[in-house]
């Protein structure tokens, strides 16, 4: 079966992509970042199986390029079996590092 390594490449606050004072706030709160970490890496062993701790969202906004890996595809950018794709959570993206594993 095919694994998938996928690392946290790049994580926005919604200052990044809004700017300061811009008026958008969660339940009246500033809104927070993803709770992932820069650098923390999943290893995606069963596709049918999000891994633990890692965001709903972002799983499913990865899941099509996931299955491209699982079945025998590629997405050959930069380089083979390696691609960037980010999670569309506009008001705190991720941008995540999607590798296949050699088996």
């Known amino acids: 079966m095919t694994r998938v390594k996928v690392t946290v490449v790049k994580k926005f606050s919604s200052e ?3 700017g300061e004072n811009h008026g958008i706030t969660y339940n009246g709160e500033p809104i927070p970042t993803c709770g992932l970490e820069e650098g923390e890496e999943f290893i995606v062993e069963d596709h049918r199986f999000r891994p633990e701790g890692f965001c709903g969202r972002a799983w499913h906004d990865l899941y099509t390029t996931l299955m491209i890996y699982y079945y025998g595809g590629d ?3 930069p380089q083979s079996g390696v691609t960037y ?3 569309g959570d506009g008001l705190k993206p991720v941008v995540f590092k999607i590798e296949r594993m050699q088996e």
């Open 85 to 87: 794709q980010p999670c």
């Open 75 to 77: 997405m050959e950018y």
């Open 16 to 18: 990044d992509v809004f």
